[in-house]
């Protein structure tokens, strides 16, 4: 009887037992994609073995990074609905040494819809993840700006959040809300996650009266978690993604990227 036959795949280990950090905020446009692709990139480049996932259906993140990635077709959600498979086999190396991806995959809206009516939805990442886990240093998860199955599954699979947000209002509502979730995840799924960090972006300083009180409401409310520093708005990476390249590899030598560097150093080691 099939309910019996517990019938084991053989999985191939590795010994290695990454640290997974989703990127999340719960509005659009903040830099949840930009900060997830440039973060993977420098992590690379320093040596770690780094697999970047996109949950997000609008595939930004592949295309944010296309001329560091082939063109391969995604089966991702064929994972997420069968998450027995062994995702590892849906996982390519880019063309920059220790970075990894899972191909962007446009059927994830109707995946998650499918997802979103079975037993265990909550914990089908984490599941697919235990093989990569082994392979890899750090699996960072670029996640959708709404709360859905797949932004919860990221958080259920995750050790850290990383959150970033612009000096609007508006993102710091978005704060807010993505917190009340984590509670209920806290309370319900995964008492393990934290918050690595709340990171600052598209910061304007022509507006600096608009953004100082946003800017002390921040710091009031989350100073041990505001991460240094900020990251102005510049035309470097909408260059950058224009050409499907990581900052560093449209232009190190940009004072932006060295703040990004030292952003990503101050955030982990
Ligand atoms: N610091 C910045 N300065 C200028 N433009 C930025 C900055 N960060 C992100 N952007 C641009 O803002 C847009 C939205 O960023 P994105 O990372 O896609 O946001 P999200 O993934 O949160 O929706 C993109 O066009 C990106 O190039
Ligand atoms: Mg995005």
Known sequence: MAFFSKKK??????????????????????GKTTFSTNFAVSQALKGKKVLIIDL??????????YYHFGENESEFSDYILNPKKDLMNSVYLSKIDNLY?????????????????EIG???????????????FDLIIID?????????????????????????????????????????????????????????????????????????????????DYLIQPYIPMSSLFKKAQLEGKSIFHYNKNHKVSHLFEELSENLID
């Open 9 to 30: 795949i053989k999985k191939n280990y590795g010994n290695k037992n990454a640290t997974i950090i989703s990127i999340s905020a719960q509005k659009g446009g903040v």
């Open 56 to 65: 997000d259906s609008q595939a930004h993140t592949q295309e944010a990074l």
């Open 101 to 117: 991806y899972i191909p962007a995959d446009k059927d994830l809206s109707r995946t998650e819809k499918l997802l979103s009516s």
């Open 121 to 135: 939805k909550e914990f089908v990442l984490k599941k697919l993840l235990d093989v990569p886990k082994t392979h």
């Open 143 to 223: 996640t959708p700006p709404h709360f859905g199955t797949l932004t919860l599954n990221a958080l259920v699979a995750s050790k850290y959040v990383v959150i970033p947000t612009e000096l609007s209002n508006l993102s710091t509502d978005g704060i807010n809300d993505l917190l009340e979730n984590m509670e209920l995840v806290v309370d319900n799924y995964n008492n393990d996650i934290d918050i690595l960090g709340i990171i600052i972006n598209k910061v304007d300083y022509r507006s600096r009266k608009t953004n100082e009180p946003i800017l002390t409401e921040l710091k009031d409310r989350f100073s």
